[in-house]
T-cell receptor, first 113, second 115 residues
Framework: GNSVTQMEGPVTLSEEAFLTINCTYT??????LFWYVQYPGEGLQLLLK?????DKGSNKGFEATYRKETTSFHLEKGSVQVSDSAVYFC????????????FGQGTILTVHP | EAGVTQFPSHSVIEKGQTVTLRCDPISGHDNLYWYRRVMGKEIKFLLHFVKESKQDESGMPNNRFLAERTGGTYSTLKVQPAELEDSGVYFC?????????????FGEGSWLTVV
């Protein structure tokens, strides 16, 4: 079945450091891929997405590229801020059911000043 | 425009009691989904409504969970009787039909603690 494997956390960085959170997936067919973020005390928000191979999703300085050959969708940011501290979830949607998402286990990111 | 709203935001109940969670989707969204995250594990799909019909309930864990969406507007998720392992956060999400840009919108979640 479909699955998403996410880099285990927690991840602790200093402000302005480079961030990578690894995400790989297994799927039949060609899913859409997403990164969701949950800030403290808030709900899940869509951070970025990519719907086909080689697409790059980007938002708020974060980027992720849909790599079919490595079945990966790693999240990167060149310079993190304290306000980026949150839980990050990688997810995929399967087939024709766009709303049936399969999530990774989440990665807690803490950024210190 | 209001987003997906969920009520209550937090609930603490005793084992064996009943809890009902409510979700109001974004106005005009036919698709409504329930997910939950238990004990710091991954977020898992529970079920999907299209209007008032259950399209997919493959993720419902057992018959203690009952979801309804009468009239195709808001939805409720009832847990009866609640068990300790039901503790976690329950997310509701909604989307247009078909989802534009493959995007679904999540609520802030209902945090359930069973003691």
């Amino acid at each position: 079945g479909n699955s998403v494997t996410q880099m285990e956390g927690p991840v602790t960085l200093s402000e302005e450091a480079f961030l990578t959170i690894n995400c790989t997936y297994t799927a039949t067919g060609y899913p859409s891929l997403f990164w969701y973020v949950q800030y403290p005390g808030e709900g899940l928000q869509l951070l970025l997405k990519a719907t086909k191979a080689d697409d790059k999703g980007s938002n708020k300085g974060f980027e992720a590229t849909y790599r079919k050959e490595t079945t990966s969708f790693h999240l990167e940011k060149g310079s993190v801020q304290v306000s980026d501290s949150a839980v990050y979830f990688c997810a995929q949607s399967g087939g024709t059911s766009y709303g049936k998402l399969t999530f990774g286990q989440g990665t807690i990111l803490t950024v210190h000043p | 425009e209001a987003g997906v709203t969920q009520f209550p935001s937090h609930s603490v109940i005793e084992k064996g009691q009943t809890v009902t969670l409510r979700c109001d989707p974004i106005s005009g969204h036919d698709n409504l989904y329930w997910y939950r995250r238990v004990m710091g594990k991954e977020i898992k799909f529970l079920l999907h409504f299209v209007k008032e019909s259950k399209q997919d309930e493959s993720g419902m864990p057992n018959n203690r969970f009952l979801a309804e969406r009468t009239g195709g507007t808001y939805s409720t998720l009832k847990v009866q009787p609640a068990e300790l392992e039901d503790s976690g956060v329950y997310f509701c999400a909604s989307s247009q039909s078909p989802p534009i840009g493959n995007t679904i919108y999540f609520g802030e979640g209902s945090w359930l603690t069973v003691v």
